[in-house]
């Protein structure tokens, strides 16, 4: 899967994808009056009018990115409704050839992690049969366990050949209270990021990188240059671009030599784009979608632009 | 929460949880067999499986024990179907008045913790209406976001007088890649321990303990000493008594003077204590749930004597 990421992105030019985090408020009203309408105002009305929100931008953005970034949190706080919100937009996504990096932030002891990715990566076996729960392509991993919560994702991934993004330095402002701590003169961040090219070397794509990927926030472009160089075979997975503060010029350390090596991750700015005040004299609430879409064209130039810089 | 969790305790003279963690090999063949004959083997038909050998679980011990700890991968790995299983036992435990601690381990920047506080804690609003996703008491929380990532969890805590347990010191063997490491002389979770008690200091039940807890493995008795200390206002859930080798002697360091301050879970060694040598002669597959009784009274014993001793 790693390798198909990174064909996607040489083929479009386009080492950006858009995260599916929808909140209710950002579904313009119109969808929620219809959703609303047949399901009233319950969970399952909510679930429907995200789905037919994110059904919009993928149908509007699908042929100008490599993947999408669903944030289950957002869906999972509609209860049941919200999840399976989350899984037909999962299974929508591949119809549409997108790879899909479920935003999961899942991790435990290994006989747990074992389930969780047996649940978003693999396959669960009941009886004689077998079956996928959630199948992303790629999810996103919280390391605080160390290698054995780490291993059982590496084995379906080995299985699958499907990947996972480890949290290595978050984009939040206080991710630094743990994460920047120093041990032996070298912050955690950077323990965890050599953790990460480890077990990744264990699991290489034939595209020169691993299948072990890292989330390393926008927010931080000091630190992304550094752990671009603890991890050099480690695609790197920005989130913060945009509403978070990230800009394209900042992101340039995050990339290898190559062009590659990196994903940026754009969520509110692109899926609430028709709320922005740049979007908003040429697009309206029915537009919405195509909005999105001006903002996708929007974001790769500019990160396009400061990589030919 | 946390007053209704310590009143249960002293109550029950009984500081002990079971962890509803369901593998489908530990459902006898008869449970399994007719879930399988309506569903078919199917994801539906593991959820029944699991859910129907959970009930008969809950009502052989709700009477013993003040909490139950579901462990949502579990229930996850079976996708949709596998959630509604975990949603009908944390209601069902509600139903018999035991206090449910959802074993999620979520954590995320502030605006996703926000989500996954809302779905699992909270209520989340559509239009005119609110509702409950999963409803469980208290969550497990992963604190590698630091501050902003926990905040949103206490506000719905202090909203909804529910609770959490953050992760301190996990019960895994390789817990101590990240969690041990020396930071001024001080290991990370003793770091993240000093948080937690702060975080907690603002969130206080009358009872004497924070509504904010936290996680310490059984198997690590020196460092469950040690965070006693760090966090003399904490309730510790912890993890790791039974199968993963903690043992009630070890665990005396867990609590304060008063006999309070630590909760004990046990998960294969309750729920799947009919397979377990010590009981097989006195219990079959028939009898599974008087084998999880008899469990739960052995493994009380042990806690109680340790601590009167």
């Given at each position: 899967?790693?390798?198909?990421?990174?064909?996607?992105?040489?083929?479009?030019?386009?080492?950006i994808?858009?995260?599916?985090?929808?909140?209710?408020?950002?579904?313009?009203?119109?969808?929620?009056?219809?959703?609303?309408?047949?399901?009233?105002?319950?969970?399952?009305?909510?679930?429907?009018?995200?789905?037919?929100?994110?059904?919009?931008?993928?149908?509007a953005?699908?042929?100008?990115i490599?993947?999408?970034?669903?944030?289950i949190?957002?869906?999972?706080?509609?209860?049941?409704?919200?999840?399976?919100?989350?899984?037909?937009?999962?299974?929508?996504?591949?119809?549409?050839?997108?790879?899909v990096i479920?935003d999961?932030?899942?991790?435990d002891?290994?006989?747990?992690?074992?389930?969780y990715?047996?649940?978003?990566?693999?396959?669960?076996?009941?009886?004689?049969?077998?079956?996928?729960?959630?199948?992303e392509?790629?999810?996103?991993?919280?390391?605080?366990?160390?290698?054995?919560?780490?291993?059982?994702?590496?084995?379906?991934?080995?299985?699958?050949?499907?990947g996972?993004?480890?949290?290595?330095?978050?984009?939040?402002?206080?991710?630094?209270?743990?994460?920047?701590?120093?041990?032996?003169?070298?912050?955690?961040?950077?323990?965890?990021?050599?953790?990460?090219?480890?077990?990744?070397?264990?699991?290489m794509?034939?595209?020169?990188?691993?299948?072990?990927?890292?989330?390393?926030?926008?927010?931080?472009p000091?630190?992304?240059?550094?752990?671009?160089?603890?991890?050099?075979?480690?695609?790197?997975?920005?989130?913060?671009?945009?509403?978070?503060?990230?800009?394209?010029?900042?992101?340039?350390?995050?990339f290898?030599?190559?062009?590659l090596?990196?994903?940026?991750?754009?969520s509110r700015?692109?899926?609430?784009?028709?709320k922005?005040?740049?979007?908003?004299?040429?697009?309206d609430?029915?537009?919405?979608a195509?909005?999105?879409?001006?903002?996708?064209?929007?974001?790769?130039?500019?990160?396009?632009?400061?990589l030919?810089d």
């Amino acid at each position: 899967m790693i390798n198909k990421l990174v064909d996607k992105i040489k083929k479009l030019n386009s080492p950006i994808l858009v995260g599916l985090d929808p909140m209710l408020s950002y579904v313009p009203s119109h969808i929620q009056k219809k959703a609303f309408d047949v399901y009233g105002e319950t969970l399952e009305g909510a679930a429907e009018a995200i789905w037919q929100f994110n059904k919009a931008i993928i149908d509007a953005c699908y042929d100008l990115i490599p993947a999408v970034k669903p944030q289950i949190a957002m869906y999972e706080q509609f209860g049941i409704p919200g999840l399976e919100a989350f899984k037909k937009t999962v299974d929508y996504c591949k119809e549409k050839d997108l790879i899909v990096i479920g935003d999961v932030k899942r991790g435990d002891i290994g006989s747990t992690s074992a389930a969780y990715a047996t649940g978003h990566l693999g396959r669960v076996i009941i009886g004689n049969k077998s079956y996928s729960g959630f199948n992303e392509d790629f999810i996103t991993v919280n390391p605080y366990f160390g290698t054995d919560g780490i291993k059982p994702f590496l084995d379906v991934c080995k299985e699958e050949k499907k990947g996972i993004f480890i949290l290595v330095k978050t984009s939040n402002p206080s991710s630094g209270e743990f994460q920047d701590r120093m041990i032996n003169s070298k912050p955690l961040y950077e323990i965890v990021g050599e953790k990460v090219a480890a077990w990744g070397d264990e699991l290489m794509g034939s595209c020169g990188y691993s299948y072990v990927g890292a989330v390393v926030g926008a927010t931080y472009p000091e630190m992304g240059n550094i752990l671009r160089h603890t991890m050099p075979k480690t695609f790197i997975l920005v989130p913060g671009y945009g509403a978070q503060g990230g800009k394209g010029a900042d992101l340039v350390h995050y990339f290898n030599q190559d062009g590659l090596g990196a994903i940026v991750s754009s969520s509110r700015g692109i899926i609430a784009a028709y709320k922005n005040a740049v979007y908003t004299e040429k697009f309206d609430e029915e537009s919405f979608a195509d909005a999105s879409r001006q903002a996708v064209l929007d974001m790769k130039k500019d990160i396009m632009e400061a990589l030919e810089d």
